[in-house]
């Protein structure tokens, strides 16, 4: 398996018991639930840090951390929408 398949298999791993532990669900796209998963690998091995991958990345370390995944912008989301902005958590 190719390093970046390594990589999303973690990624993906970890958002579903990040959403299971969350009282969320992963979105039941599949095609959805990839797109954000390979967004999240690509920001886990270009920056060091899983960033959400519907949120642009300013290069400020402080200001960055509010779009760490899970972002802090998620419960409001979740409340307004069902869902994150990038759809990878559902309720």
Known sequence: ??????????????????????????NPDYDIVMMAIKGLANNKKQYGEVYCSCREVSG?????????CPCVYRSRDMD??????CALYVK
């Open 60 to 68: 400020d370390k402080e200001k960055d951390k509010k779009i760490i």
């Open 80 to 85: 307004q929408r069902g869902a994150c902005k």
């Open 1 to 26: 398996m190719a390093q970046s398949e390594d990589l999303e298999t973690e990624m993906y791993e970890w958002a579903k018991a990040n959403a299971s532990a969350s009282g969320y669900k992963l």
